[in-house]
Every structure is written in structure tokens, then in C-alpha cells.
């Protein structure tokens, strides 16, 4: 089975730093996407970014960019220029497909406060 | 454009009372639809997952059911609550079968049973 480990409950940065949260990930299979969701105090989940295991290219997305490391099976999601908008809930997924379904396997989370 | 709704969005049930949470999504057809619940402090744990009409597949044994009686709509179910079903449950939507398709979540529900 699919398990998906952030090792740090809660991380807290000064506005404008650069945070880099942790995520690694365990699975048998070879093509899989992986996925950071972001959920603010309105608990509304908003996709981040997204990796497919097969690009060695990391993903960016503006101020957020990955490092992808798929032999170490590591994912860590980097935010540059930290804004206090960016204070909440990180999560990291893993997804499968099966039986048709896209199915998502989440961390336990990561909660980011960015401070003024 | 599309949307989901979810309903209620804060509830408060007695233990062993049913339980019903209503999922419609808007703007699309034949979606992937999903329930996660989110535990205190917890990541989201997928429920139930239905790829068309009538086709429901549980990813966990638990005190839950569910239902797709149309297209766009998701129900979760119980006939007697208990206290670990507290909760904050989300419900999600998709279309076909990439890896590439994002699944769009909604606002959730949170449920206390007391």
C-alpha cells in the first residue's frame, strides 16, 4: 500500500523567508503523480502543484517549486518569498489510478504560519 | 464553469442518530466523485469513491455508506452515528482516468457527534 510521511507537524517563518517542507512517499508502482494541496483557516483544499513521476524537471509555480527526488522517493514543496497569505495547512499526496478513479493518498499535514 | 456544493456545512448529531451529507457538483458531466473525512489535526482519508450511477467502492469498513442516486450527486450515509465519526468530510469531483485530472474540492462539512 501507497503511505505518504510529512515529518514536521508545524513550521514557522518570517514573511519573505524561504520554508522548504518535507514529504516522502513509498510505492511499487512506476508512473504516479504527486501533489501539494494547501488548506487555509476556511479548510477550502487548493492544489498547490503537481509532479508526474516521469518528468525529472521539478515543478514551479510561481513562488512554489518541488524537489523531486524519485529514487529517495522524496517530494519537498519550496516557497520563496514566504507572503502571510501562505499561512496553513500543506499537504502532500500521492495519486493512483484504480478501477477508474483517480485515488489520492495524503500526508498528515504540515501546518505553516508565515509571521509579520 | 464548475462547482460543488456541500450540505450542511456545520452539523451537530447525537450519537446513534442517522446521518445524511449531500454532495452536488455543477458544470460537468459523468464525473469521479469522492468522500474524504479529515480527522482532528489529521490528513484526509478517502471514504468512498463512484465512477458512474449506482457504482459506489469504499476504501475503508466503517459505520458509512454511499450513494449516487444521479449523475452529479453523492449522499453519505449512517443509521446510528458514533463518536469517532466526528469529522470534517469533504466531498470531491473529477473527470476521466489521467494521472493529469485534478480533483476539485468542496467547502466540507464538519460534523460533532456528541
Known amino acids: 500500500a501507497q503511505t505518504v510521511t510529512q515529518s514536521q507537524p508545524e513550521m514557522s517563518v518570517q514573511e519573505a523567508e524561504t520554508v522548504t517542507l518535507s514529504c516522502t512517499y513509498d510505492?511499487?508502482?512506476?508512473?504516479?503523480?504527486l501533489f501539494w494541496y494547501k488548506q487555509p483557516p476556511s479548510r477550502q483544499m487548493i492544489l498547490v502543484i503537481r509532479?508526474?513521476?516521469?518528468?525529472?524537471q521539478n515543478a514551479t509555480e510561481n513562488r512554489f517549486s518541488v524537489n523531486f527526488q524519485k529514487a529517495a522517493k522524496s517530494f519537498s514543496l519550496k516557497i520563496s518569498d514566504s507572503q502571510l497569505g501562505d499561512t496553513a495547512m500543506y499537504f502532500c499526496?500521492?495519486?493512483?489510478?484504480?478501477?477508474?478513479?483517480?485515488?489520492?493518498?495524503f500526508g498528515q499535514g504540515t501546518r505553516l504560519t508565515i509571521n509579520p | 464553469s464548475q462547482t460543488i456544493h456541500q450540505w450542511p456545512a456545520t452539523l451537530v448529531q447525537p450519537v446513534g442518530s442517522p446521518l445524511s451529507l449531500e454532495c452536488t457538483v455543477e458544470?460537468?458531466?459523468?464525473?469521479?466523485l469522492y468522500w474524504y473525512r479529515q480527522a482532528a489535526g489529521r490528513g484526509l482519508q478517502l471514504l468512498f469513491y463512484s465512477v458512474g450511477i449506482g457504482q459506489i467502492s469504499s476504501e475503508v469498513p466503517q459505520n458509512l455508506s454511499a450513494s449516487r442516486p444521479q449523475d452529479r450527486q453523492f449522499i453519505l450515509s449512517s443509521k446510528k452515528l458514533l463518536l469517532s465519526d466526528s469529522g470534517f468530510y469533504l466531498c470531491?469531483?473529477?473527470?476521466?482516468?489521467?494521472?493529469?485530472?485534478?480533483?476539485?474540492f468542496g467547502p466540507g462539512t464538519r460534523l460533532t457527534v456528541l
Open positions: 509532479q508526474e513521476a516521469y518528468k525529472q
Open positions: 510505492t511499487s508502482e512506476s508512473n504516479y503523480y
Open positions: 458544470g460537468t458531466s459523468n464525473p469521479n
Open positions: 470531491a469531483w473529477s473527470v476521466g482516468t489521467s494521472f493529469n485530472n485534478e480533483q476539485f
Open positions: 499526496a500521492f495519486m493512483k489510478i484504480f478501477q477508474g478513479a483517480q485515488k489520492l493518498v
